[in-house]
């Protein structure tokens, strides 16, 4: 588990609960989100480990922010009370102190530009992709298609349907494992076309730091590239109807030759059966006049 990860100080036996509970899971599910867990989840991606920068980036000026004002604050309430100061200042401006409240913001909203514009610049802005998957979002499962990977003279391509309490492998987590993963190799950068076929939902993956709509009628683009391997979780992060809540992903991330095995494996396993050509016209097209 990252070192990143923090918690909250609980007394007593809540704390104690918490912590047990961050060492059983943190242990069986490294790549999840644990009890009592501040912050991101554990970054698997550049993408990701530069939000999480960022992220830490806001907590530090937002902290100063506060301590700032509070500071002031006490300062107004402890020496501009009507007892320590009865007799009130007759005063109305004061040039430095309006300069500064307004350049100080500047400064500041200066800081977050440069790094923020980076960030969604390299989420837009995918690199030369070793691998194309599209993910079409239905109510309410994911379909899975790898557009360079075909058998049979079709892609391969699979649904990816959450499976029920009494389907699950002992330790799959509840509420996120499917039945067919994705999987993708370590160290490549992954182009994720995105779709859907009835209403809007969106593919989320925080452990990658991708989170883009799904639209129907309208392709939407985004990449990640796993540093490390591993199965990550997601869930549609758009209200697409009643089963909303039950539309997970799971990512699996394998070395290269793993990755290389498994694509035979899948092209045996999800190939789509060969479109029928019938040899001579049937006899409804005959009498439609088709040739």
Known sequence: ?????????????????GIASIMISGAAYAELPVNWQMGFQAAASPIMED??????????LTGGIVLLVFVLLANVVVRFNA????????????????????????????IIAIPSFRLMYAEDVAPEAGLTLKLTGNQWY??????DVTANGAPV??????LEDAERPAGAPRLLAVDNEL????????????????VIHAFAMPAMGVKIDAVPGRLNETWFKATREGTFYGQCSELCGARHAFMPLAL??????AFAVWIE??????????????????TELAAAGAP
Do not use: C, Q
């Open 157 to 162: 391509s699979y649904d990816m349907v959450m």
């Open 142 to 147: 994911w379909t899975a298609e790898y557009p």
């Open 51 to 60: 939000i999480n920068n960022f992220h830490n980036l806001l907590l530090a």
């Open 265 to 282: 494996a899948a092209k045996l396993k999800y190939a789509a059966a060969p479109a029928r050509i019938p040899a001579k016209p049937s």
């Open 83 to 110: 007892r320590a100061n009865p007799k009130a200042a007759t005063f109305t401006h004061n040039t430095i102190l309006e300069v500064a409240w307004t350049a100080i913001p500047i400064f500041i909203l200066l």
């Open 183 to 198: 999987v993708v190799p370590v160290d490549t950068v992954v182009r994720v076309i995105v779709t859907a076929s009835d």
């Open 1 to 17: 588990m990252s070192n990143r990860s923090k918690y909250f100080a609980l007394p007593g036996l809540a704390f104690a609960a």
């Open 252 to 257: 699996k991330v394998v070395s290269e030759p």
